[in-house]
């Protein structure tokens, strides 16, 4: 096949120099798909350089079209798949080449849970921990619900092209990718949403307009509990005027009678953050209930959790049994949220004290031990830097860890707490291959790595979660 990309990219063979590439958007080539990226893209190599293609799978051959020329890579697209890797699978969404929560959807479900445990060994051969060759990592635990397990949807609402959408942000950019149906997301979620943007439409409010800062709706948030069904709806401000707020609300409780909560974020100005630190009832409840392991949680609007509820179980279990609990632990529940994975290991130890920065989180968790009748459990506002080195002053003494950071892992001084306490069990959940094999490279050789377990928590994407079960090694007892 001919392909129409730039002649003088073409070296003669006895050329000894390195000239640059050249490419430019709209060139097409043949490209092999060699594996896939860490964001779930397809990555090919054209004259040595590497080149992205969302969509595309290992071991495909496609003609690849540049859509972008970067100084170290290329973007491209699926022109023409010549040969199809034996997994691929039609997607259920339209969106799974444009916008981030899709992009496994062509991706058989054998194929994606290999593909995560795959993410966590060369996480490992990338950081290289001490003895990384030799940590068991387990086939990943597949979700037994692999379509509408997402109970939260977050989505930007703008106009463009004279027309009201609102969805997600094409990859890379900021422009809204319209979205009508979403078979990763709980039912009762768009259900509710679409009619609700229809409504917005209708009514005419202001919606957020980026270049100049102006108008007012920017987000609408929507989450669903699995077990009562209850929904709470967001609208998230760039002011505190919400006009046609009246009709809105209205609208909602005559159409809706499973919304309880209706709630308003500010969040002022253009910022990359989703959330303002204001957030105000407009009608209802100010949360909604979800329950787990048998213990109700109550859900504020900011309060976060894991978005597949029917997962989580899974992975608490995989938790606990990585520390191996007995009535006479004390558990250190750190980055504790609103102490969901505490309080449902609680009734297994003798007391959890948890500790997170974010006040209306701990007084979440407060609130809901005593929601069930827990009163082993307390949780205080503080990082664990701070808060492990005063309870061990106050006489405390803890047995047991168990550590769910952020995406960017575990804070250094954190570590290095963690290596002078160094409670006996402990347990590492990540949702950060990268960070957690950074992380670990530090934990080791005081601690060594019994296995890696890792839990798909977000099927159809390349997101993956893990259990790593931690023991103190004789030597640094």
Not at 273 to 288: F, M, R, S
Not at 431 to 460: E, G, H
């Amino acid at each position: 096949m001919s392909a129409p990309f730039n002649k003088r990219s073409r070296q003669p063979r006895h050329s000894h120099t390195q000239e640059p590439v050249e490419v430019q958007v709209g060139d097409r080539f043949p490209l092999t798909i060699k594996k896939l990226g860490v964001e779930g893209q397809g990555i090919g190599y054209f004259k040595h350089k590497v080149c992205f293609v969302p969509g595309a799978l290992p071991n495909e051959v496609i003609v690849a079209e540049v859509t972008k020329v970067h100084p170290r890579y290329l973007e491209a697209t699926i022109h023409r798949l010549k040969k199809p890797n034996p997994d691929r699978v039609e997607p259920r969404d339209d969106y799974v080449m444009e916008a981030g929560g899709f992009e496994f959807e062509n991706l058989s479900y054998p194929a994606q849970l290999r593909y995560k445990r795959k993410m966590v060994v060369e996480s490992l051969a990338k950081f290289k921990p001490l003895g990384y060759r030799h940590y068991p990592v387990r086939e990943t635990i597949g979700s037994e619900h692999q379509y509408g397990y997402r109970n939260k949807a977050q989505f930007q609402i703008r106009q463009q092209n004279g027309q009201v959408v609102a969805g997600l942000y094409k990859s890379g950019t900021h422009e809204v990718v319209d979205m009508e149906t979403c078979a990763v997301q709980m039912p009762g979620i768009m259900e509710v949403m679409r009619p609700l943007v229809q409504k917005v439409a209708e009514l005419n409010i202001p919606l957020y307009d980026e270049t100049n800062n102006s108008g007012i709706l920017k987000t609408i948030v929507i989450r669903e509990s699995a077990a009562t069904h209850e929904l709470q709806v967001t609208f998230i401000t760039n002011s505190k005027k919400l006009l046609k707020k009246h009709l809105l609300l209205t609208f909602i409780e005559e159409q809706f009678p499973q919304v309880t909560s209706v709630m308003q974020n500010i969040n002022p100005g253009d910022t990359p953050l989703v959330w303002g630190e204001e957030t105000i009832n407009l009608a209802g409840k100010d949360y909604i209930t979800e329950s787990l392991m048998g213990l109700d949680f109550i859900l504020s609007a900011r309060s976060f959790l894991q978005l597949n509820p029917y997962q989580t179980e899974t992975l608490y279990e995989e938790a606990a049994k990585a520390m191996e609990l007995s009535g006479d632990d004390t558990l250190v529940d750190a980055y504790a949220g609103i102490g969901t994975i505490g309080l449902a290991l609680a009734n297994r130890v003798k007391a959890v004290i948890g500790m997170e920065t974010i006040p209306e989180a701990v007084a979440d968790a407060n609130r809901n031990a005593e929601l069930n009748g827990i009163t082993n459990a307390t949780y205080e506002v503080g990082s664990a830097e701070d808060l492990l080195p005063k309870w061990r002053a106050e006489g405390r003494h803890f047995d047991a860890l168990v550590v769910d950071p952020p995406r960017t892992g575990l804070d250094q001084k954190l570590i290095d707490q963690i290596l002078a306490e160094k409670p006996t069990k402990f347990a590492y959940v990540s949702c950060n291959m990268a960070s957690l094999a950074r992380n670990l490279a530090r934990l080791v050789p005081t601690y060594r790595v019994d296995y890696i377990q890792p839990v798909d928590m977000m099927p159809q994407t390349p997101r993956c979660e893990a259990v790593v079960k931690l023991s103190l090694n004789q030597s640094s007892h």
